[in-house]
């Protein structure tokens, strides 16, 4: 059983930890238009929590990037940004699944090595 400290220093190593997917995760869910918040909630949904804090300096961020396309449109009562990667960021999401693919395995090997 852990102590306070020690679940304190676990919850930021695996915050650390996710740090290195959320890219992957909100570009996975971005190949078709969506705006942020039914991409929060999707991502949500499938049981990977990010909040708008997060969320949305990484779209702007990759957005900067030229890897995603967003416009601005007026469909329900408010306005509402929707976002979709473009062709550079299929091909740099494309990419990215590659090399997941590759440490998953080498550390789905580590980690068999120790069992």
Do not use: C
Request: zero cysteines.
């Amino acid at each position: 059983m852990m102590n306070a400290k020690q679940n304190s220093e676990l919850e930021k190593l695996e915050q650390e930890m996710r740090r290195g997917v959320i890219v992957l995760a909100v570009m996975s869910r971005l190949m078709h238009e969506q705006y942020g918040y039914s991409l929060m909630k999707d991502l949500n949904d499938k049981g990977f929590e990010i909040g708008q804090d997060t969320l949305y300096p990484l779209l702007r961020r990759l957005e900067e990037q030229q890897l995603l396309d967003s416009q601005w449109r007026v469909e329900d009562p408010r306005p509402r940004r929707y976002y979709q990667l473009n062709g550079n960021g299929r091909a740099v999401y494309r990419a990215l699944i590659q090399s997941w693919q590759v440490q998953n395995e080498i550390i789905r090997r580590l980690l068999d090595e120790i069992e």
